[in-house]
């Protein structure tokens, strides 16, 4: 599976974005996908997860009831709306895809085989 995330770019505090992950190759369905971020001199992080049917969904704490992760199948898509964005969501955000796992293993990045290359969010104050 080849991914490619696009999408972001320089957003006021409290303003909304869309990034978007284009997905090729393989059957995309039959994957879970994610979103993580890495902000400057942090570790990746956990932002959204979704299940291959798109019927169940996963959130790290910091974005919940501000972000939205979606996928269109017959699209090889996946999305993520970001609302009332704030500086400390500055980062870059990937999406990556996986074969089928346990849901708890949705928020961590050792569980997924596939990458895409990044897109930066930028959040001003």
């Known amino acids: 599976v080849q991914l490619q995330a696009f999408g972001g770019g320089l957003v006021p505090a409290g303003g909304s974005l869309t990034l978007s992950c284009a997905a090729s190759?393989?059957?995309?369905?039959?994957?879970?996908m994610g979103w993580f971020r890495q902000a400057p001199g942090k570790e990746r992080e956990f932002a959204a997860a979704i299940r291959w049917s798109g019927g169940t969904t996963s959130y790290a704490d910091p974005v919940k009831g501000r972000f939205t992760i979606s996928r269109d199948n017959a699209k090889n898509m996946v999305y993520l709306r970001m609302n009332n964005l704030r500086p400390d969501d500055t980062a870059v955000y990937y999406c990556?895809?996986?074969?089928?796992?346990?849901?708890?293993?949705?928020?961590?990045?050792?569980?997924?085989?596939?990458w895409g290359q990044g897109t930066l969010v930028t959040v001003s104050s």
């Open positions: 190759g393989r059957t995309f369905r039959g994957y879970d």
């Open positions: 990556a895809a996986t074969p089928r796992v346990a849901y708890s293993a949705l928020a961590v990045p050792a569980s997924y085989h596939y």
